[in-house]
């Protein structure tokens, strides 16, 4: 049971009260008596002042705290506690951005090759498309629009753990069609100096609809045009699909898909391992920090 401060200080000063009552025990040697009664009024306080720290410290055990111990044992014990909740601090700081603001992407494949080269590591903003609450999978509002010509992340409409990335063609509402390599929307031409082809213009992907993209959904293609994999194949992306879109290249490591495609544990280490001993020579620094 903790004894109260207010106890420990009346004890104190009833000590100094005693001394102030006999002024001649406290300035000249006591004899006789007087010596006993300085004494027993010392030993009394005392023994009060032991008594008040020995309930206050068991006092402090039973509430299940740990006294207030020092030396070293102490120190390391608060600095733990410290760097502890510093780490998990920042643990909720980096998770909060990764999920709510932004996060990190290598692109591994060529699809947007002519804008985005394979390698390249972009920063993905996703705060202004309503980014999704962990769990109960609800969206906060979005902030931006999606336009033609944008380039999207958006979940794979076949298997939504993947995620892709491409530009935004055409949107609800809008007929679409492509003949001898042109892209038409709502019958006229579009102007797409982003586009690479490779193949002749008879290729059956330069040739495609017409359709008219239901609403709520998006026709996307890859710049690439001879070598992605896109709405021409597997159809149109919801919008509720969308996640974000890339701002800008923070590294490009130049290295062939098969490598950031290879799950092989043992290769992956061995790539990792290339990277470390090629970083300066295989870095391609005239894009980093390019914009998108």
Not at 11 to 17: N, Y
Not at 178 to 204: F, K, M
Request: proline share 7%; with cysteine.
């Amino acid at each position: 049971m903790s004894v109260p401060p207010f106890v420990h200080m009346l004890s104190l000063e009833l000590c100094e009260r005693r001394g102030l009552e006999n002024p001649a025990a406290q300035s000249s040697p006591a004899v006789g008596n007087g010596v006993a009664v300085e004494q027993g009024a010392s030993e009394q306080c005392t023994t009060s002042d032991a008594t008040t720290a020995d309930a206050t410290t068991a006092g402090a055990t039973a509430d299940g705290n740990a006294p207030n111990a020092t030396g070293p044992s102490a120190g390391k014990w608060r600095s733990w506690r410290f760097s502890t909740r510093r780490l998990i601090l920042l643990a909720a700081i980096v998770l909060g951005m990764r999920i709510f603001v932004g996060e990190a992407s290598v692109v591994p494949t060529a699809s947007m090759e002519g804008t985005i080269l394979v390698g390249d590591h972009l920063f993905m903003d996703k705060l202004l498309y309503g980014p999704e609450i962990p769990l109960v999978h609800w969206r906060l509002p979005a902030l931006k629009s999606i336009h033609r010509g944008d380039i999207i992340v958006f979940r794979y409409p076949k298997d939504p753990s993947e995620t892709f990335l491409k530009r935004v063609a055409a949107m609800g509402g809008d007929r679409l069609e492509i003949r001898d390599g042109v892209l038409y929307v709502n019958s006229q031409p579009v102007q797409e100096p982003y586009a690479v082809h490779h193949a002749p213009v008879h290729s059956p992907d330069e040739s495609w609809g017409p359709t008219v993209v239901p609403e709520g959904k998006l026709f996307v293609m890859g710049d690439n045009r001879d070598n992605s994999s896109d709405s021409r194949d597997w159809g149109f992306v919801p919008v509720s699909n969308v996640i974000g879109e890339p701002l800008f290249v923070y590294w490009s490591y130049d290295a062939p898909t098969s490598r950031w495609l290879d799950e092989n544990m043992g290769h992956r280490i061995s790539f990792y391992a290339s990277i470390a001993g090629n970083f300066f020579s295989h870095t391609r620094w005239n894009r980093t920090g390019m914009l998108l």
